[in-house]
């Protein structure tokens, strides 16, 4: 059975700082998509970034980037220039092919001013 | 565009008493379905998967029931609450890989 784990439950960074938070799952199969959503206190979930298993590059988005090691089985998340704004619960996803969409426990990063 | 609408956002019920949550989606087709139950500042918990009409997978044994009567709308039911039940639930929705997008979630509450 595929697993998500995230084994950092807190982070903290100083503003405009980069901080890199932690994921590494467990599958058997080849092709898949990893994710890392952004949970604000509204509880709304919020899809920050995207990776296919099939693509060697690593997904970018603006401040935010991955390093995604497929042999390893890591997908890692970076955030530049950090912002008050990013403070929040991120979880990280693996969804296989059409089908099971699981997440990690979570990683609550703090941001500090 | 495609959107997800969920409902009730609150929901306060009697241990005993039997829950429907309902979830639509607007904008495609043949979407999968999935239901999550989050404990407060945990993660989120699989509790159904569904690829089509009438297709259910159960990922956790418990006091709950999903149902997708047509393509878009998917239904979480129960016939008689638990205390342990209590939760944010959360739907979603993908299609062909692409991220899953999620309602605003109903938080449960069994007394």
């Known amino acids: 059975a595929q697993t998500v784990t995230q084994s950092q439950p807190e982070m903290s960074v100083q503003e405009a700082e980069t901080v890199t938070l932690s994921c590494t799952y467990d599958?058997?199969?080849?092709?898949?998509?990893l994710f890392w959503y952004k949970q604000p206190p509204s509880r709304q979930m919020i899809l920050v970034i995207r990776?296919?298993?099939?693509?060697?590059q690593n997904a970018t988005e603006n401040r935010f980037s991955v390093n995604f090691q497929k042999a390893a089985k890591s997908f890692s998340l970076k955030i530049s220039d950090s912002q008050l704004g990013d403070a929040a619960m991120y979880f990280c996803?693996?969804?296989?092919?059409?089908?099971?969409?699981?997440f990690g426990q979570g990683t609550e990063l703090s941001v500090k001013p | 565009s495609q959107t997800i609408h969920q409902w009730p956002a609150t929901l306060v019920q009697p241990v005993g008493s039997p829950l429907s949550l309902e979830c639509t989606v607007e904008?495609?087709?043949?979407?999968?379905l999935y239901w999550y139950r989050q404990a407060a500042g945990r993660g989120l918990q699989l509790l159904f998967y569904?690829?089509?009409?009438?297709?259910i997978s159960s990922e956790v044994p418990q006091n709950l029931s999903a149902s997708r009567p047509q393509d878009r709308q998917f239904i979480l039911s129960s016939k008689k609450l638990l205390l342990s039940d209590s939760g944010f639930y959360l739907c979603?929705?993908?299609?062909?890989?692409?991220?899953?997008?999620f309602g605003q979630g109903t938080r449960l509450t069994v007394v």
């Open positions: 569904s690829v089509g009409i009438g297709q």
């Open positions: 599958t058997s199969e080849s092709d898949y998509y």
């Open positions: 990776q296919e298993a099939y693509k060697q």
């Open positions: 996803a693996y969804m296989r092919v059409r089908g099971k969409l699981i």
């Open positions: 979603a929705w993908s299609v062909g890989g692409r991220a899953a997008f």
């Open positions: 904008g495609t087709s043949n979407p999968n």
